[in-house]
């Protein structure tokens, strides 16, 4: 197994159904008026699932891609408990290709991989929505030892998703925001 998975796998492997995080993130809370529940989504490095959770319970099929075994385990114990199904997917996203046109709303929290870019465009259906976000260069701040590679820069998201309309953005402007977003809709 390749070391940084392997990595992933040992963390997930201390933890518990209980211990793990499984509120819906805050983004998604105050934009549920966008996410219509409607169709099929798929969550990027989801973890634990609990995006996907609040996505299924909001009314999408959901599809849970990550490369942690465990960590998708956890998330399919969580689901059942919480009545919803979520299709956990164990894949590499360093080596894996989303279908064209398929999805209408795709999620990636906590998870920068710039080669998803691309193809996030691709795989959403007219109207579909794109939410991504993750740490940006402000998160050096209280982490100074977080590789800078997988922290977004200023301007990045809304370079990586031109030609969507942005619905809602935040470049991290505020240097306590450790966090970048982006809730982006592709042409209809
Ligand atoms: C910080 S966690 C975020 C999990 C979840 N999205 C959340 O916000 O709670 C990053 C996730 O990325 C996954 N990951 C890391 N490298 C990956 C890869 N190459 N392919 C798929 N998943 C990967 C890890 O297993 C881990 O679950």
Known sequence: MRSDIERWEKKYSTKSELSVQQDADPLLVSHKHLLNGTGLAIDLAAGTCGTSIHLARSGYSVIALDCSLTALKIGQHLAIKSGVFVQGLVIDLDDYLLPKSTFNLITCFRYLNRRLFP??????????????????????????????????????????????????????????????????????
């Open 119 to 188: 193809m996030i465009k691709w795989a959403l259906n007219p109207g579909g929505r794109v939410v991504y976000k993750t740490f940006n260069q402000n998160h050096l701040e209280k982490t100074p030892g977080f590789a800078k590679e997988y922290l977004l820069r200023p301007g990045e998201l809304a370079e990586a998703f031109e030609g969507l309309q942005i619905t809602a953005y935040d470049d991290g402007v505020d240097s306590q925001q450790p966090y970048s977003y982006i809730i982006a809709q592709a042409p209809k």
